[in-house]
């Protein structure tokens, strides 16, 4: 179960969840991020973008919501719809418009996340508003009454779709000015550095307390979930390696951090916080869900993948290994690449350029990453044709050794050297590929070269002999059998032809060893032995003046 622990948290996911608790704890990066207008696509030369970033919803509040971050009230009442104010005071009123536009978002008001709203000029058409209108968040109400919408209209002048809060909007603020002052207990009770520092376009005290909220969330939603599943798993008869029992120990970190961020959404407007720490704060809460969900599929994968893994042993089905491990590896690599453009959808960062720029150069990527896919596709031909499985001795091209890992880009080799040898997907399939762990059975085929002083009833001895020795082995394959092949220069030559009716090397090993021995000592009793190999060495004649040159008078012994 550790194993699957330290497993199913690659260091990949750690470093994303470092990544936004860093995100989390630096406020000030919200200002940086939040200020600067979402890029749009450049399709269009004839209507180039919207300066402030206003030609959908979600750059309406992206932008807004950056302005007020670095309190710069004259940029923020560029997304007002200040046309029924005339022009001399439209720069003063603006200023003083956003002023109260933010009082009011902070006593209560909310502002729609981003993600959620539409990042297209012609906005949401299912909303059951005109087309020209998209609610964008709430605004408090006077004391008992009900919330008022916070309403933005589009216009197109020069051809440009423009988004700005209406005015009809603006105008509420005058009567509900009066009564945003609503106390913050909480925060009056922090000490004054943490109320008046500004980090962010938000008081620090605010950061605080938000932070503060989404770890209360995380701990209390942990620990009731470790509650729930020690005793579940007590007083449930669940087996310790069913799939529930498995899924639910492997659950509680994503699935806290998934309902923990659900649990702060749902409830940040209730904190007593700046609109801008809370709406950075929905971001990044959105994110951390994601993240948690995302997390959980990942374990999911992993357990159902161990115990198909399992069960597939139990009946002996070894060839679905490899299948089980490339499609856990391609299951995970979609679902990171899904996350992260997920994620960075939620954080607001416009994904659909990055795309649209991909779709452009689609011909240069697919070139130079043609190899990559032919070692993808070679990895599936690897896969669904299964020449060799993990755990299989093989030789492919010159190297022979055990298969560690099938990937998805390469297969890597254990050489008996010991050292590993990794081959490309495509080249691994286009080699010739023998297995030597898919033997159905091990060949016996020795060659007995017999001592030239027998006669023709000797060896017929012989091959008596070994016949009765082949026919009593039980673990030889039918048709086992010894014949006289040739007379050699030095030997009667007899060979046997049998199959090891095994399947295991290291047993086929120890049969052969036992039929080696039990042939030799049938060969001794017939009277016969092995031949030894005649050699010529030629002896130099010694003179009185030295050895003969040349060999001429050297003389042929047997050895």
């Known amino acids: 179960m550790t194993e699957l622990r330290r497993r199913s948290a690659p260091r990949a996911m750690r470093l994303i969840l470092v990544f936004w608790a860093v995100l989390a704890l630096v406020p000030g990066a919200a200002a ?11 399709s269009a030369p004839s209507a180039p973008a919207d300066l402030y970033g206003r030609d959908s919803p979600r750059g309406l509040v992206d932008g807004l919501i950056g302005a007020l971050a670095a309190q710069d009230y004259e940029r923020a009442s560029q997304y007002f719809d200040l046309s029924a104010i005339p022009a001399t005071k439209r720069k003063t009123q603006g200023v003083e418009t956003a002023r109260k536009l933010q009082a009011a978002l902070d006593a209560g008001g909310s502002l729609i996340q981003p993600v959620v709203l539409s990042n297209e000029p012609t906005g949401r058409i299912d909303d059951q508003l005109p087309v020209n209108q998209e609610r964008i968040g709430t605004l408090p109400g006077p004391p008992g009454g009900q919330e008022l919408p916070l309403i933005a209209v589009s216009s197109s002048p020069s051809g440009q779709t423009i988004w700005r809060i209406s005015s009809e909007s603006l105008a509420q603020l005058a009567a509900i000015a009066p009564t945003t002052g609503r106390t913050n207990a909480l925060r009056d009770r922090l000490p004054l ?3 008046s520092a500004s980090v962010g376009g938000a008081p620090l005290g605010d950061w605080l307390i938000l932070l503060a909220a989404a770890l209360i ?3 209390v939603v942990r620990a009731v979930l470790r509650v ?3 005793l579940l798993v007590r007083f449930h008869p669940l087996k310790r390696d069913s799939w529930g029992c498995r899924l639910l120990e492997n659950a509680p970190g994503p699935l806290s951090l998934w309902i923990s961020m659900l649990l702060f959404l749902g409830t940040t407007r209730t904190f007593e916080a700046a609109i801008v720490a809370r709406q950075f704060s929905s971001r990044i809460a959105g994110a951390l869900a994601f993240l948690g969900f995302t997390w959980l599929l990942w374990r999911v994968i992993d357990v159902a993948a161990d115990l198909v893994a399992k069960r597939m042993a139990r009946v002996e089905r070894f060839r679905a290994r490899s299948i089980i491990i490339f499609m ?7 679902l990171l690449m899904f996350a992260a453009v997920q994620a960075l959808n939620i954080l607001g960062i416009d994904v659909t350029t990055g795309i649209a720029a991909l779709g ?3 011909l240069a990527i697919a070139l130079g990453a043609q190899k990559t896919v032919e070692n993808v596709v070679g990895s599936v031909s690897v896969v669904v044709d299964e020449p060799v499985r993990v755990g299989d001795f093989c030789k492919v091209g010159d190297v022979s050794g055990t298969v560690e890992e099938i990937g998805i880009r390469s297969t890597r080799i254990r050489t008996n050297d010991r050292t590993r040898v990794t081959i490309p997907n495509s080249n691994f399939a286009a080699l010739q590929i023998e297995n030597f762990s898919d033997r159905d059975r091990f060949l016996f085929n020795p060659l007995l070269q017999l ?7 000797g060896v017929q001895r012989v091959l008596e002999a070994l016949r009765a020795a082949l026919s009593e082995a039980d673990y030889l394959y039918e048709g086992a059998r010894a014949n006289f092949k040739a007379i050699g220069e030095s030997s009667f030559d007899v060979e046997i032809f049998a199959w090891i009716n095994v399947t295991d090397g290291t047993e086929a090993i120890q049969l052969q060893e036992r039929l080696l021995l039990e042939v030799m000592r049938r060969i001794h009793a017939a009277g016969a032995r092995f031949a030894v190999p005649a050699r010529a060495v030629e002896m130099p004649v010694v003179t009185p003046n030295g050895p003969a040159r040349g060999g001429e008078e050297a003389e042929a012994k047997p050895a």
């Open 193 to 195: 550095v943490l109320r």
């Open 217 to 219: 969330y995380y701990v």
């Open 228 to 230: 729930s599943l020690a």
């Open 328 to 334: 856990r590896r391609a299951l995970k690599l979609l």
């Open 451 to 457: 001592a030239r002083d027998l006669d023709a009833d």
């Open 360 to 362: 452009l150069g689609g």
């Open 32 to 42: 940086a991020q939040l200020s600067a207008p979402a890029a749009k696509s450049d």
